[in-house]
T-cell receptor, first 116, second 110 residues
Framework: DAGVIQSPRHEVTEMGQEVTLRCKPI?????LFWYRQTMMRGLELLIY????????DSGMPEDRFSAKMPNASFSTLKIQPSEPRDSAVYFC??????????????FGAGSRLTVL | DQQVKQNSPSLSVQEGRISILNCDYT??????FLWYKKYPAEGPTFLIS?????DKNEDGRFTVFLNKSAKHLSLHIVPSQPGDSAVYFC?????????FGQGTTLQVKP
């Protein structure tokens, strides 16, 4: 199993540009999570999906952020327009089901975003 | 409104000694707790977990203790090894979504 695959690993862009981060979860996993890591807040949950349906997007910081999961094997996190304060490492994670007690997430390697 | 807090940003210990990492939470509804370890340029990986019906769970050199009345959990690593140097995140859940703390950077010196 290749694990959770994220792309790009690094993205440098200018303020105002659109950024799209991509994630391929582990096959058979029904839940997918997007987190953002910052020094101050650690790992913040942005949004998560169960069976491709968004369940909780209360962590999405602003309307500039959007996430989609068109099928069980692909998800995107989009920032439009991007701002310097969006610079962070964005992680995607998947699990068998967020409804399982003791749900263990498997994380991807992350996408490091730098907005100049 | 940080529901899971790790108040020590960093910890340094000598190889062979015990490492103790602490975590506090505020939400009494949390019923499952996990620790993740993260190396640079990698994603966090699951380390150990504990259910709220227990107060201790052990896996090799790693032991997690839970004190529900104090809303506090800790991770003990004995003996510490240089390869344990990483960022450690505690996480809590009651609904399936994991809420993480800020992380503690552990450095184990040879």
């Amino acid at each position: 199993d290749a694990g959770v695959i994220q792309s790009p690993r690094h993205e440098v862009t200018e303020m105002g540009q659109e950024v799209t981060l991509r994630c391929k979860p582990i096959s058979g996993h029904n839940s997918l999570f997007w987190y953002r890591q910052t020094m101050m807040r650690g790992l913040e949950l942005l949004i998560y999906f169960n069976n491709n349906v968004p369940i909780d997007d209360s962590g999405m910081p602003e309307d500039r952020f959007s996430a989609k999961m068109p099928n069980a094997s692909f998800s995107t996190l989009k920032i439009q327009p991007s701002e310097p304060r969006d610079s962070a490492v964005y992680f995607c994670a998947s699990s068998l089901s967020a409804r399982i007690r003791g749900n263990v997430l498997t994380f991807g390697a992350g996408s490091r975003l730098t907005v100049l | 409104d940080q529901q899971v807090k790790q108040n020590s940003p960093s910890l340094s210990v000598q190889e062979g000694r015990i490492s103790i990492l602490n975590c506090d939470y505020t939400n009494s509804m949390f019923d499952y707790f996990l620790w993740y370890k993260k190396y640079p340029a990698e994603g966090p990986t699951f380390l150990i977990s504990i259910s709220s019906i227990k107060d201790k769970n052990e896996d090799g050199r790693f032991t997690v203790f839970l004190n529900k009345s104090a809303k506090h959990l800790s991770l003990h690593i004995v003996p510490s090894q240089p390869g344990d140097s990483a960022v450690y995140f505690c996480a809590a859940t009651d609904t399936g979504k994991l809420i993480f703390g800020q992380g503690t950077t552990l450095q184990v010196k040879p």
